[in-house]
Structure formats: structure tokens, C-alpha cells
């Protein structure tokens, strides 16, 4: 499956080398093609490419975003055609939610970034 990863932090980083090791390929939709962070887990598999967020968006099946909450609005509204593509919400709204989200279902809340790791290192 080609998912793409909306953020490359901790929870966009730890997703992204799981899927990966799992064998799916996974594009990261990120702002810097070259942060230190995003170039170290490009390296970390042949699973996983970086590509602007739009060229990810239109390449992917699936697409998640790992956005801090004062980002989300703006990369939502400029994600391009998204039409028949699954969309994971990972962003953590622990203090606050945009306006848009405030009923949305938060996927990985309860799982938390350590727990993702140890998911994925068994």
C-alpha cells in the first residue's frame, strides 16, 4: 500500500518506520526535503521517500496526518484532490482543537508515541 505521512515528528517518524518495516511505501509530505530528521529516516528504509505534501497526497492510497494543531487547517485546506483517499487524523489536540476538528475522532490518542514504538520494534 503507498501511505503518505503529513509530518515527520515523533508520531509521523514512528508510523512511517513501521509501516515501512512492514513493507508498505511510504511518502513523507513534508515543508523541508532537507531537515536532518526527515533526510536520518529516509535513510532508515528503501520503504521510505520524501516528497513535497501535495506530490505525496496525489502518489498515496492512504494518507495520515501528524500535524501540530496550529498547522492542521492550513495543510487541510491545501492537500489537493483527495477524493476516494482514506484520511487518518494523528494530529494531538491535548490542550485545544481548531474549530473544523472539534468533533473529530482521534485515532492514535490512547496508543501514544512510546507505545507506537514499542508496537513496532517487536
Known sequence: ??????GAGNVGGALAQGWAKAGHSVILG????????V??????SKNLQAA???AAVREAEVILVALPIPAVVEVA?????VKD??????????????????T????FKGFGFCGMLRFWRR
Open 39 to 44: 533526510t536520518a529516516l529516509v535513510a532508515s
Open 52 to 54: 513535497s505534501v501535495s
Open 30 to 37: 513534508v515543508r523541508d526535503l532537507t531537515n536532518n530528521e
Open 1 to 6: 500500500m503507498k501511505i503518505a505521512i503529513i
Open 104 to 107: 473529530a475522532f482521534e485515532a
Open 85 to 102: 483517499k482514506i484520511i487518518i487524523d494523528a494530529t494531538n489536540a491535548a490542550f485545544q482543537k481548531p474549530a473544523p476538528y472539534a
Open 77 to 81: 485546506q491545501n492537500l489537493g484532490e
